[in-house]
């Protein structure tokens, strides 16, 4: 899991990259649920799926 704010609207998002096969890795944008543009790019092999939360978490 990843968590970041949007860049575009400050939302708080958890992205699950869905990263199942190890190499073939590819960077992939990811889309705000909220304001749906670009939020952030991931490094993974999967199709990542962002989530808005209500805080982030303590890591």
Request: one cysteine or more; a negative charge; glycine letters at 6%.
């Amino acid at each position: 899991m990843v968590y970041c704010k949007c860049r575009n609207c400050g939302a708080n998002l958890e992205i699950d990259e869905n990263d199942y096969m190890p190499g073939c890795r590819e960077t992939e944008d990811v889309n705000c649920p909220k304001c749906d543009k670009i939020a952030t790019s991931v490094f993974t092999s999967g199709f990542p799926v962002a989530r808005e939360i209500d805080k982030m978490p303590i890591i």
